[in-house]
């Protein structure tokens, strides 16, 4: 769910009139103050590869607010989980890999139920064209009447 214009993020960020979370609007001194880190933090990070920030046509970083969210569990993880920037820079990828996998799994079960109920129509299709005047009989239960023949005389 999209937070309104203007109003603030699940991560707390107020954005601009028409942006959304996806939105790079912020340039690196606010992304730097947002998230509480300093700028050339960012900068380093952008090297490494944890966070990849758009570009304005000059070139220049422009942060989204799922940027500066993404900075904030950065720094979390390095200040007070104690993980290295290598297994910060894994634990993002695997979370990418989740989220891909996610969605796929989404995208399997709806095309699952489609084609469940595409088999539940074509069975109901061919019991529509059973003739109606033939009835099944269950062999295994049939009742067998035993008459001897009568003898000749």
Do not use: C
Not at 49 to 72: C, E, H, K, T
Not at 92 to 108: A, F, N, T
């Amino acid at each position: 769910m999209r937070p309104p214009a203007g109003g603030p993020t699940d991560e707390g960020t107020v954005l601009p009139p028409g942006a959304n979370p996806d939105s790079p609007v912020f340039v690196i001194s606010v992304a730097a103050e947002l998230a509480g880190l300093h700028a050339q933090t960012l900068r380093s990070y952008d090297r490494l590869g944890l966070v990849s920030p758009g570009r304005s046509a000059g070139g220049g970083r422009r942060y989204s607010a799922r940027d500066i969210a993404l900075l904030r569990e950065v720094q979390r993880l390095s200040q007070i989980d104690g993980v290295n920037l290598a297994g910060i820079k894994r634990i993002i990828e695997l979370e990418h890999m989740v989220d891909g996998l996610r969605s796929r799994v989404e995208e399997l079960t709806e095309e699952l139920a489609a084609a469940q109920a595409a088999a539940e129509h074509a069975a109901a299709m061919v019991h529509q064209s059973y003739r109606r005047d033939l009835v099944p009989v269950d062999r295994r239960s049939a009742l067998v009447v035993w008459r001897p023949r009568p003898r000749p005389e």
